[in-house]
C-alpha cells in the first residue's frame, strides 16, 4: 500500500544573517582565541553558504551561554519555529491539526522534556488521541529517515495522517571555550531552519499528480562512530564532524547506492533525479563525482545550501521543496549522510492521478512563486 505525501513546507527562523557578517562577528568573537583563524578565514566566503538564519539574535551569540540558556533559546525559539511548518504544510495538505494521527518531530540541537510537539500541543488544536513520535540523534540524516520513519507509521495504519518535522537550531551550539577548525568550520556552514510534511495512507483525489512514498532503506557503516555526532561538554554541545567526509563519500557513497537501488529494486537508469542533502560544496561535488552526475545535477542543492547554509535534518526537505515546485516528474531517490556513520534513503515518485476528478486543482508540485528565496 503506497503512501502519499500531501503537503510539504519550509520555515526559517527571523534573524537572517549574511556570510560576511557572520565572518566578522566571528573574527572579533573567534578570532582573538584561535590563532589560526585568519587562515581559515577564506572558507567564510568560499564555502557556497551566501546567508543563513538563526533563532537567537546576534547579541545572544556575542554573549557567554551554557546548557540551560541554549535549550531555553531552543524551546522558546524553536517551538515557534515547529509550529509555522506544521500549519504551513497542513494547509498545503488541507487538513487541520486534529486530524493528524501521528506526529514524528526529528531534532538533535536541543533538549528539552516534554518535546516540541507537546510544548506546541495546544496552540497546534493536536487531537489529545495524538501518537508522538520525538526522534533525536539521527544529525544531517534526520529529514531521510524522519520521512522513512513517518512513511512507515502511515503504512502501518490505513487512513491515518501522519505530520513529519525535522527542526534543528544548529547555531545555537556556538562555542568559544574550546575551539577547534571543526568549530570554525561548523561556524562557515551551519544554520537553522524547520520543514514539515504530511504523509497520507489516503490517495488524494484532487491533484492532477501524486506523490508516492515507498519504505526507504538505511546502512550504517560499522566502526565510524567517530565521523560524526555531539560530545556532551560542560556548557553544551561539541561538534564532532571529521574533516574526511568529502573522501568518505567520494570512496563510499556508489557503493552504498547501488546496493539500496538493489534493495529496492531499482537500477540507476530508473532514477530521474538524485535528492541529497548538501553538507558543504566540498561533500556536494564527492556526490556528484560518485554517482556520475552531469555538473550541475545538484543544482537546487547548492541554492538551498548558498540561501541557508547546511540546517542539518530539514536541509534535504527544502531541497526536495524546490525540485518537486519546479515540476519534478518521476522517481527521485532522497538521501543524506548523518551520524552512525549512515546513509539514508528514501524513494520518491510523482505520477499523474489516474483517481484525479479536478483537472485544474494546483498541485503541490506545481505551486510555482512559493519557493523560499
Ligand atoms: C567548509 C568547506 C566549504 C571549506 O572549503 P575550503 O576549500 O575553503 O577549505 P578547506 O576544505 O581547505 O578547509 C580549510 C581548513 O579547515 C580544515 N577543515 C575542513 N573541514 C574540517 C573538519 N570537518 N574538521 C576539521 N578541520 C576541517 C581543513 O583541513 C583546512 O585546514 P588546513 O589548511 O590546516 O589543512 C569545505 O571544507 C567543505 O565543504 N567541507 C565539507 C564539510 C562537511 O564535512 N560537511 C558535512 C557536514 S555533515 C553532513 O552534513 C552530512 C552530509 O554531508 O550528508
Redesign the pocket.
Known sequence: MPVYLTGLATAVPPYEKPQSLVLENARHLLGPKFP?FE??A????????EKRHSLAPLEWYLEPQNWKTRNEMYLRAGKELFIEASRKALLEADLRADEIDCVVTVSSTGIVTPTLEAQAFLEMGFSQDIMRVPVFGL???GGVSGMAIAQRLAQAKPGSNVLLVALEGCSLSLRVDQL???D???T???GDGAAAAVLSATKPKDTNFVIELAPGHQEMWPDTLNI?GWKVEEDGLGVV??????DF?AEHFRDVVDRTLDALSMNMGDVDRFV??????????A?EDALDLQPGALDAEREVLRDFG?M?AP?VLFVLDRVLKRGAQGNMIM????PGFTASFQPIAVVANEASNKRNATDLRKREGTVNA
Do not use: E
Open positions: 589560526a587562515r581559515m577564506g572558507s567564510f566566503m568560499s564555502s557556497g553558504v544529525g544531517c540524516a577547534t577548525k571543526a570554525i568550520i561548523a562557515v556552514l551551519f560524526m564532524f571529521d574533516r574526511s567526509i568529502p563519500a541529497c542533502h548538501p553538507g558543504g560544496t566540498k561533500v556536494a561535488q556526490i547546511n542539518s536541509t538521501c543524506a549522510l548523518g
